[in-house]
């Protein structure tokens, strides 16, 4: 693999573009990464190459958030329909988590990064729950950007299991019906303490969420670009938050030129 995210995130600060305007930043931007294979097989590589450059696509993304002030980045990085895909390549996707996670943490730590695993951590390997029982106890009290991994994620499981929660609280007594509400629903997401995303990128041309934060991107600005991800550069992040920048958020209301007579 290329250099660790320590140096990258020491070296090659990135300035906010002049084109931006810094207090229109989104404080949270969510990310399908899509493309990995397709940008493989156009160069006669295997698919698990596509994934070793996605990774590096995902560190300059991070990068270039926590330069811009970004708050916080949600990456979609295994889907709990991921484990339908051969197991050669399911193997290879764990042992890159695993391997990225341990080479990197030192840098997370460095930058004061916040990572969290979002996702039924059960399932995965055990060395790599312990990694990331590591990596979010560490880093926990850091403030730099809130970096979230939804790992093993799919978010009408997130929503089921949400539902669970709460019936059990009902159940034992412990919780009124009446006062379950839309903030008591948000707190039993693996999203808890964390905002709603401003903004949502999918690269790759694909038109749809793919069961991600389906609660939490209600009112998230919807960017999509025919980059496949490891080809997602500087250029490509500043024409989504360029693209968001040009949006009026209403959030199911009016604006108030919009209501004189």
Not at 75 to 80: D, I
Not at 137 to 153: K, Q
Not at 196 to 222: H, V
Not at 233 to 254: C, H, K, S, T, V
């Amino acid at each position: 693999m290329s250099r660790a995210l320590a140096t990258d995130l020491s070296t090659d600060r990135h300035p906010l573009p002049p084109a931006l305007d810094p207090a229109r930043i989104p404080a949270h931007v969510a990310v399908i990464m899509d493309g990995n294979g397709r940008w493989a097989r156009q160069r006669g590589l295997p698919r698990v190459m596509g994934h070793r450059a996605g990774v590096e696509a995902l560190k300059r993304t991070l990068r270039l958030c926590s330069d811009w002030g970004v708050g916080a980045l949600t990456a979609y990085a295994f889907s709990t329909e991921n484990w339908t895909r051969p197991g050669e390549e399911v193997s290879f996707l764990m042992t890159l988590f695993e391997r990225v996670l341990a080479r990197e943490l030192e840098g997370l730590m460095k930058e004061q990064v916040r990572i969290r695993f979002l996702g039924d951590l059960e399932q995965l390997p055990s060395g790599l729950q312990a990694l990331i029982a590591d990596a979010t106890s560490r880093t926990a009290t850091n403030h730099g950007i809130h970096f979230n991994v939804c790992t093993n994620y799919g978010g009408r499981s997130e929503l089921v299991r949400a539902a669970r929660r709460l019936a059990q609280q009902v159940a034992e007594g412990q919780l009124d019906p009446a006062a379950i509400d839309e903030a008591r629903f948000a707190a039993e997401l693996f999203t808890a303490g964390e905002a709603d995303p401003d903004l949502l990128i999918r690269t790759s041309g694909e038109q749809r969420i793919s069961n991600f934060l389906l609660w939490q991107l209600a009112y998230a600005e919807i960017h999509l670009t025919d980059v496949l991800w490891p080809d997602f550069d500087e250029g490509a992040l500043l024409a989504a938050l360029l693209d968001y920048q040009g949006r009026q958020r209403r959030f199911g209301g009016i604006l108030p030129a919009d209501a004189a007579p």
